[in-house]
């Protein structure tokens, strides 16, 4: 039985992560793969309850360090209960967020370095990494825009301002220039249909399955 392949979603608040990534793996189940759809920080009942100290709460809560340390805890949890057991039994993990988002958040616009960020990473994963990563880039008021319109609670990350979210674009953009193998910058300033569009066709270009 093969293994199953491992894709990401990555971006800014408000780029549309959750409802592309539902959409998505509504095509590849369409194709004949078997699928499982999780978030990150979460998708394991450890990492869910790690995931309410990060999402909700006042938004200097936590240090770069100290977050980076509760995302990388989670993130271990939920590559060895969910996403680990799911790949070796021949089933496709997407994923809304990933290490890519710590390396962002935490690592660029938080100011605690790439190697901090590499580190944690090494010590909690080793080399276990995305077969694919894409990501939704906007313009950072349309994506705050966006976010603003969903009132989920969970806003902590959406109130640090826009001077904040402008260095996490910024850092989106240097990562994919960094991993190009792996990642795609995909534009996410246009309609849903656009950009599901654009994400079926990168999978189908750099996984070789075909979607419609």
């Given at each position: 039985m093969a293994r199953g392949k491992f894709i990401t979603l990555e971006g800014g608040e408000g780029a549309g992560k959750s409802t592309q990534i539902?959409?998505?793996?509504?095509?590849?189940?369409?194709s004949g793969l078997k699928i499982?759809?999780?978030?990150?920080?979460?998708?394991?009942?450890?990492?869910?309850?790690?995931?309410?100290?990060?999402v909700i709460g006042e938004a200097g809560r936590w240090d770069a360090m100290s977050e980076a340390l509760l995302h990388f805890?989670?993130?271990?949890?939920?590559?060895?209960?969910t996403i680990l057991p799911k790949l070796d039994a021949g089933i496709w993990v997407l994923s809304d967020r990933f290490a890519d988002s710590t390396m962002a958040y935490q690592g660029y616009a938080q100011g605690l370095g790439r190697p901090a960020v590499e580190t944690l990473y090494k010590l909690t994963l080793g080399d276990f990494?995305?077969?694919?990563?894409l990501i939704l880039d906007l313009?950072?008021?349309?994506?705050?825009?966006?976010?603003?319109?969903r009132r989920d609670g969970e806003d902590r990350y959406e109130r640090l301002?826009?001077?904040?979210?402008?260095?996490?674009?910024?850092?989106?953009?240097?990562?994919?220039?960094?991993?190009?193998?792996?990642?795609?910058?995909?534009?996410a300033s246009g309609d849903l249909g656009t950009v599901q569009t654009a994400l079926r066709a990168t999978v189908a270009e750099r996984l070789g399955?075909?979607?419609s």
């Open positions: 539902s959409l998505l793996a509504e095509a590849l189940r369409e499982h759809t999780t978030r990150e920080p979460g998708g394991s009942p450890g990492a869910e309850e790690i995931r309410k100290l990060l805890a989670a993130r271990r949890d939920h590559v060895q209960k990494a995305p077969d694919l990563t313009p950072v008021e349309l994506g705050l825009a966006r976010a603003a319109s301002g826009a001077a904040f979210h402008q260095k996490l674009r910024d850092a989106f953009h240097d990562l994919a220039k960094r991993a190009p193998e792996r990642c795609v910058l995909v534009d399955v075909a979607l």
